[in-house]
């Protein structure tokens, strides 16, 4: 099976590593922007796996560039792992060349300013009454073209949105007849000793730290300020965190497709330290997305300030400690009150022995292969626009405990007020 693999950033390096020990992808072409990257894993990984590995360059802006890689090389599905900004680009050009599409994060209109983008996104804000700069409605809204050309396009499968939404699907599946409360809870442990770095893109990062929060309730959105909702949890492998209520992605499709459901909420941990240090920026304007005018050329200030921080690529040798992400279901099952907590534990150091890549990206590049797999395998058949919730939970899981992100069931929580 030919598989294409866009971006060769920390996540597509663990997504790639794990394709070459699947069997199903048997030619692989990694295409992004730097070249150099892709050659550099390409040969680091052709000695140990069967897949013939090629690559090129691709400027995932460009239609034209895409499809015309994509003439050349016919996969038969698309992984997307540049940045969500590339999303609706690729969608396209897989729907030209009639590819399946695979992506981690849903779509985000990289210039903000845009004052076409702008006008959608205003009315989106007052229609749905949440202000995140990324949704749904942008991929959903490919759906009758994937469906007319009898292909699938399977959304956000990483760790969170991905695993976390298959947790839902298999709680729903095996331990509830109707879920009705859900807290996600993503605690990164880690410690890479520098004062100051982001585990993934660090303006896809920022920006979604730096936003408002928001959660599900009673089949409406209840917006927060940055930071306004905070607890205290005491995680397996990691032990007690300060958690910040964020918006999330997968908040909306869960709320769409889990029926019943009454309260949906995310909580992300973060450091005191990591926290001042965003807030200085944030008030010094280095988080800005609208060009500004420097010394007679446009600067775009958090494209500079990426400039600046640690490449998250690098942090891999250096960050210790552990991840440990999961849900927390409460429902009903037989009419009886339930509560079931599912999360994996993941180490950074044994992440990086194994990949050269910490768990942060690794905990995204497993589900990103295992969702490909999926797709390409068959296991999860449809023509539309999927998230990975509405198909059957159980292969994706099995896979999960057979390429390294095994979870833990327990059946009494300590819960989230
Ligand atoms: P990186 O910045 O490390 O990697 C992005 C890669 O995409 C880089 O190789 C970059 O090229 C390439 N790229 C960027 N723009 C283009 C373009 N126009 N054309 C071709 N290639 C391009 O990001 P991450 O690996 O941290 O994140 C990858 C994706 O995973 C993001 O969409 C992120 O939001 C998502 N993610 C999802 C998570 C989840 O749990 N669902 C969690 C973490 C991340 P270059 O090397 O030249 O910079």
Redesign the pocket.
């Known amino acids: 099976m030919k598989l294409m693999v866009?971006?060769?950033?920390?996540?597509?390096t663990v997504a790639i590593h794990k394709c070459c020990e699947n069997p199903i992808f048997t030619e692989i072409l990694l295409?992004?922007?730097?070249k150099s990257?892709c050659d550099a894993l390409a040969e680091k990984l052709a000695p140990s796996t069967n897949a013939e590995i090629t690559t090129a360059t691709?400027?995932?802006?460009s239609f034209e560039s895409l499809v015309a890689l994509m003439k050349e090389f016919k996969p038969h599905t698309v992984l997307n792992?540049?940045?969500?900004?590339?999303d609706l680009t690729i969608m396209d050009a897989c729907l030209e060349c009639g590819a399946n599409y695979v992506?981690?994060?849903n779509y985000e209109a990289e210039d903000t300013d845009d004052p076409e983008w702008r006008a959608i996104y205003e009315k989106r804000c007052r229609e749905k009454g949440f202000t995140a700069y990324f949704d749904y409605s942008w991929q959903w809204a490919y759906d009758e073209r994937f469906k007319k050309a009898g292909l699938t396009a399977l959304l956000?499968t990483?760790?969170?949105?991905?695993v976390t939404s298959v947790y839902t699907a298999y709680a729903l599946k095996h331990y509830f007849d109707e879920i009705h409360y859900i807290d996600i809870l993503d605690c990164n442990g880690g410690d890479h000793g520098y004062p100051f770095a982001t585990n993934?893109?660090p303006e896809?990062n920022l920006r979604e730290v730096s936003a408002n929060g928001s959660y599900w309730e009673d089949g409406r959105w209840i917006e927060t300020a940055p930071m306004e909702i905070k607890r205290e949890y005491n995680f397996d492998g990691v032990g007690m965190k300060d958690m910040y209520l964020l918006h999330h992605e997968e908040i909306e499709s869960l709320a769409k497709n889990i029926p019943n459901v009454k309260r949906i909420r995310f909580f992300m941990t973060f450091g005191q330290s990591y926290l001042t240090h965003m807030n200085c920026l944030q008030n010094v304007g280095m988080l800005g997305t609208a060009p500004i005018n420097f010394e007679g050329r446009e600067i775009v200030p958090i494209k500079f300030l990426k400039a600046l921080l640690p490449?998250?690529?690098s942090l891999g040798p250096r960050t210790v400690g552990k991840t440990n992400i999961g849900c927390i279901f409460r429902g009903i099952k037989d009419g009886k009150e339930r509560n079931i907590y599912i999360y994996n534990v993941c180490d950074h150091q044994e992440c990086y022995k194994e990949t050269g890549a910490q768990a942060?990206?690794y905990?995204?590049g497993v589900p990103a292969m295992i969702g490909t797999a999926m797709v390409a395998g068959g296991i999860w058949k449809g023509a539309g626009v999927f998230n990975v919730e509405e198909f059957d939970p159980d292969p994706y899981m099995e896979a999960l405990g057979k390429y390294g992100l095994p979870w833990q069931v327990n059946e009494n929580p300590v819960l989230v007020d």
């Not at 990483?158 to 991905?162: A, I, L, N, T, V």
């Open positions: 866009i971006g060769c950033g920390g996540v597509a295409a992004s922007r730097t990257k691709v400027d995932a802006d792992v540049a940045l969500p900004y590339q992506d981690t994060a956000g990483g760790f969170d949105p991905g993934f893109n896809i490449d998250p690529a942060v990206s905990t995204t």
